[in-house]
């Protein structure tokens, strides 16, 4: 009988200038099981990126970076792959945590970071990641492809098409709308979908919502996702 097989340990590729972070970081992840590679510099973090080549479950990036910053280097990273990111930010600017967000990031947090909260995090960020839906009913079943005007959203298939054509979304923002598509025409406010789509188990900060949301309005319309002022979001039925 075949040896039962020993799943591989999650990859991750930590991009930080600050030698001290970043070796303090490595050790951090090395600990609590992690397969951890580095890089110093926005290019370096790039070339490591593609060498890799999809082989990284995640990514956690430094927002001040030499050669080419965190929010750059998001960009580059966005345009060839939907890998969960974490942004690091050494002073949790405003301006730095939004760049973040809207290049492309899944969450950020505030250096110096507690690795029990940094580790929290990244398991959240990977069961959006590896998120499966409920497959107990058939494929046959109607009632597993949602339609939204011209959006539709097969919750088995976990694939979203917007005029016959698919829409390439990162897990946060598949777990965003499939959050939205259980409860169209609903209400549903930031601390909800924190503690769902993010899994935050304490208070967060709203504005990760904010910028997901307004990114997956650009790819599904910018209608399709109504703001309702002092309360949150919901889905446009039709």
Known sequence: MPE?????????????DDATIRRA??????????????AADGLDGLEAFRAGAG???LLILDVML???????????????????????SARGDALDVVAGLEAGADDYVVK???TAVLVARIRALLRRATFDPDRSAPPEAPDHVLV?????????????????????LTPT??????????APGSVLDRRRLLREVWD?????????????????????????????RGFGYKLVRN
């Open 55 to 57: 082989t990284y479950d």
């Open 173 to 182: 923002e598949l777990r965003l709308l499939l959050e939205f598509a259980a």
């Open 148 to 168: 939204f005007g011209d959006l539709t959203v097969d919750t088995l298939g976990m694939e979203v098409h917007r005029d016959g054509r698919p829409v390439p």
């Open 112 to 114: 110096p970071v507690d």
């Open 25 to 38: 970081v490595q050790l951090a992840l090395e600990r609590y099981g992690y397969r951890v590679d580095v």
């Open 4 to 16: 039962p097989r020993v799943p591989d340990p999650v990859s991750v590729l930590v991009v930080e």
């Open 200 to 228: 935050y188990g304490w208070e967060g900060d709203t504005r990760v919502v904010d910028l997901c949301v307004l990114r997956l309005r650009k790819k599904i319309g910018s209608g399709r996702i109504e703001t309702v």
């Open 66 to 88: 030499p050669a080419l910053d965190g929010i750059g280097l998001c960009h580059r990273i966005r345009e060839e792959s939907l890998v969960p990111v974490l942004m690091m």
